[in-house]
C-alpha cells in the first residue's frame, strides 16, 4: 500500500488458471481520490495496477467482450 491511502477494501479474488492470485481492492486516498488496485501474484513476484473509474469500466467492457466471443465459440464446436 501506498503510505497515504485513507482505506482499501477488497472487491474480489480469483485465482488463475496457473495457479496466480488475482485480488481487485478499492483504494480510497486522502484526497478522495478513488481508484481500483488489481494485485497479481505469481509466485514471488507481484504485479500492481491502479485503474481509474473510467479505464476500469473500459477493461471491464473488453473483457466481457472476449469471454462471451470466447465462450460462444467453445460451445458451437
Not at 44 to 65: I, S
Amino acid at each position: 500500500m501506498l503510505e497515504d491511502d485513507k482505506t482499501s477494501q477488497t472487491i474480489a479474488s480469483f485465482e488463475g488458471p496457473f495457479g496466480q492470485k488475482i485480488e481487485l481492492r478499492e483504494v480510497v486516498f486522502e484526497k478522495g481520490v478513488t481508484l481500483l488496485r488489481l494485485y497479481i501474484r505469481e509466485g514471488n513476484r507481484f504485479t500492481v495496477l491502479d485503474l481509474d473509474p473510467d479505464l476500469a469500466g473500459r477493461w471491464g467492457q473488453a473483457l466481457v467482450t472476449w469471454a462471451a466471443e470466447k465462450n460462444g465459440s467453445e460451445t458451437s464446436r
